[in-house]
């Protein structure tokens, strides 16, 4: 375990970046967006979350997957994927962390995403304990532990000092790289600052919510309860939610006709969107309440269901604090979940 | 002297039981206080009706869905829910008879964002004190401050305290806030920039656009069955950017789209998650319609043509793009 002063971040941040990009929360306009250090940037290490998550890093928004050329009748493929270059991704919070566990179940099963994988390969991830955490955190609840981040490297940040722990290979790696910047780190210093978050984090409010009755295999118990017309009521169909979660994953494919030959490529999607489902027999999920009650029951279900019982949701609150009609996953839990009513 | 919630529970308690009406759109409780969820009520379910400081969602584009229901409905809106209500009225995409509209008074909604930025972190409820005084308690220990300092920008450019569309009030007869602040003094700012500068500066804002489509779902001009944008026969359709000023075209296409029926009433700005200024676009084309065919205001009334849809002798020349355009 190491540390360095909080003053000489930008001696540290200056040493990753000179051996690959450095992706990090930097300030936009009165919001934390992760972005590409440099020198001129400013660094927010003090916001909790950025509004994207830093599923953005492995997964982004859109990417081109290949191309199609024209010649008469031949048709060439052009192989668009270039080999990912080494990067870093700075002061990502636990519940962003554990997401990477989660879409790593979905893209890097049989058959394999090459194009994530590639990111995920090339990329080391520096996580960030959450000293202040917010009344929209749930982390806890996922058994995720913010105060004991993961990630490839963890750290800890405390008015002054920031401590550096690395987990893994590739956390040893950048370790390597930045040592000579590094002290020994005082352990008794980093346990009592835990202890001190740790408190905090005792003290959130949903931190007691339960998930029992929910599971992979609640599909029959939940589908038809009456509850969800009243949930997705004021659901006004937007894809905020599915757009800043870090567990999303769902995407279209579509092919863009650049005049001189085909570009396919993909794009987020959102369940929430009403051509999501939308096939050439029809679309199945006719109204806001079936496209609603799939993303909840998707992540608390569905995944569950092929994934060993984990859940896609990790409790960053994203979703709890941006929904523009303010419903969300706390209000579905807490109104078709088991224990939860006081 | 009554809380304005408790005239708005009688009222609407007595217009349930007399079968005036047979349903109440309202907003209803959340979490942590300050994020309440537009809900519709029956006959008996009213206690969980909340009317307070947090209510900002404007709830008249819902009533275009509950106007093809059967009954009528009781609709709490706020003033500047009324412009947006009589804008839907008069393009028939609200059936006004099937609508009983109570008027609510208001005196400034906060913002949540707002309240955040003023360092107020892990909110886990928040009191209504007297004086416009808001009691945040946190996990990190109480905090306080003035509605005035955290209001939505919509309030702070409130158009008016006047409902213009009503079957009755439930006012409690306290004096109102003080006048609002011009709302075209950015869009002048802007103005005064060079092409370059205001470019930069609507690239900066609009970079972040993540097409979460909020903006237009939620907004009350709004209202094509099927957006241009999610039809994949039109062309556009569009979910990823083909390249980086796509988004902003979304953005810019969507405020010709509503210009000269848009009322300003701020729902575009206060559902993004991104925080873009998206209402500055639209108060640019309001700001522009006031200079070219006289002081409009889209959902004062009910019956008035539009300024775009309407023909005058004395309307301005299409040459007035190139008078203002370009670099000057």
């Not at chain 1, 806890?140 to 405390?158: E, H, M, Q, R, Y």
């Not at chain 1, 290979?169 to 005082?186: F, P, R």
């Not at chain 2, 011009?182 to 656009?209: Q, Y």
């Amino acid at each position: 375990m190491y540390q360095i002063e909080k003053a000489r971040l930008g001696e540290l941040f200056a040493r990753i970046a000179a051996s690959g990009e450095l992706i990090l929360p930097v300030e936009n306009n009165g919001t934390s967006q992760y972005g590409t250090w440099t020198p001129e940037v400013e660094v927010r290490l003090d916001r909790l979350n950025t509004v994207r998550s830093a599923k953005d890093c492995f997964f982004p928004q859109t990417e081109n997957l290949m191309g199609f050329q024209m010649k008469g009748k031949e048709i060439s493929i052009i192989d668009q994927r270039k080999p990912c270059e080494p990067f870093t991704v700075f002061g990502v919070r636990a519940c962003d962390a554990a997401s990477f566990g989660i879409l790593d179940r979905v893209f890097l099963s049989e058959p394999v995403d090459t194009y994530y994988q590639s990111r995920r390969l090339a990329g080391t991830i520096v996580t960030l304990a959450c000293g202040e955490p917010e009344e929209t955190c749930f982390c806890s609840v996922f058994g995720i532990d913010a105060v004991k981040p993961g990630g490839d490297v963890s750290c800890w940040l405390t008015e002054d000092t920031l401590f550096w722990k690395s987990l893994t290979e590739k956390g040893d790696a950048l370790t390597e790289k930045v040592k000579d910047l590094l002290t020994d780190g005082d352990e008794a210093a980093l346990k009592a600052y835990q202890e001190k978050i740790s408190a905090i984090h005792e003290k959130l409010p949903l931190k007691n919510l339960s998930l029992e009755g929910f599971n992979g295999d609640a599909t029959e118990a939940l589908f038809d309860r009456p509850e969800w017309a009243e949930l997705s009521e004021a659901c006004i169909g937007c894809g905020t939610c599915t757009f800043v979660c870090p567990t999303c994953q769902c995407y279209d494919i579509r092919d863009f006709d650049t005049g001189h030959g085909i570009q396919r490529f993909r794009c987020w999607d959102s369940c929430m969107y009403s051509d999501f489902t939308k096939m050439a027999g029809g679309n199945p999920r006719l109204t806001q309440k079936e496209r609603f009650r799939q993303r909840f029951m998707h992540k608390l279900v569905y995944y569950p269901a092929n994934n060993d019982g984990i859940y896609s949701c990790v409790g960053c609150g994203r979703c709890v604090a941006k929904c523009p009609i303010s419903m969300n996953i706390v209000k579905v839990i807490k109104t078709l979940g088991v224990k939860n009513h006081e | 002297m009554q809380r304005v919630i408790e005239i708005i529970k009688e009222k609407a308690g007595k217009l349930l039981a007399d079968g005036t009406v047979d349903r109440v759109i309202g907003w209803k409780d959340g979490e942590f206080f300050y994020d309440p969820t537009p809900a519709v009520f029956s006959a008996g379910e009213l206690e969980n009706l909340r009317y307070d400081s947090f209510c900002g969602a404007n709830v008249s584009k819902y009533l275009i869905a509950e106007t093809k229901k059967e009954g009528k409905i009781l609709a709490l809106l706020k003033p500047c829910d009324t412009y947006s209500f009589n804008e839907l009225v008069k393009e028939h995409r609200v059936d006004r008879d099937k609508v009983y509209v109570l008027g609510i008074e208001c005196r400034g909604k906060a913002d949540i964002n707002k309240i955040r930025d003023l360092g107020i972190k892990g909110i886990e409820s928040i009191e209504e004190l007297p004086g416009d005084e808001l009691l945040v308690h946190t996990i990190y220990g109480d905090k306080t401050c003035k509605l005035n300092d955290v209001l939505l920008e919509k309030c702070l450019c409130c158009k008016s305290k006047t409902h213009v569309a009503s079957d009755d009030l439930a006012l409690t007869g306290e004096p109102m806030p003080e006048a609002p602040k011009d709302r075209f003094a950015m869009v002048a700012k802007l103005e005064m920039m060079t092409p370059d500068e205001r470019f930069e500066f609507w690239r900066g804002e609009l970079s972040r656009c993540i097409r979460c489509n909020a903006c237009r779902n939620v907004c009350p001009a709004c209202s094509c069955l099927k957006c241009v944008f999610d039809n994949d026969a039109s062309g556009v359709a569009s979910k990823a950017n083909a390249d980086t000023f796509e988004e902003n075209m979304f953005h810019i296409i969507r405020a010709f789209h509503v210009a000269g029926r848009c009322t300003d009433c701020g729902e575009c700005s206060r559902v993004c998650p991104q925080h873009i200024p998206l209402h500055l676009l639209n108060r640019k084309f309001i700001k522009d319609i006031n200079e070219f065919y006289g002081e409009y205001q889209a959902g004062a009334d009910t019956t008035s043509r539009g300024p775009l849809t309407d023909y005058t002798p004395d309307d301005v020349e299409p040459s007035i793009v190139m008078k203002r355009g370009g670099d000057q």
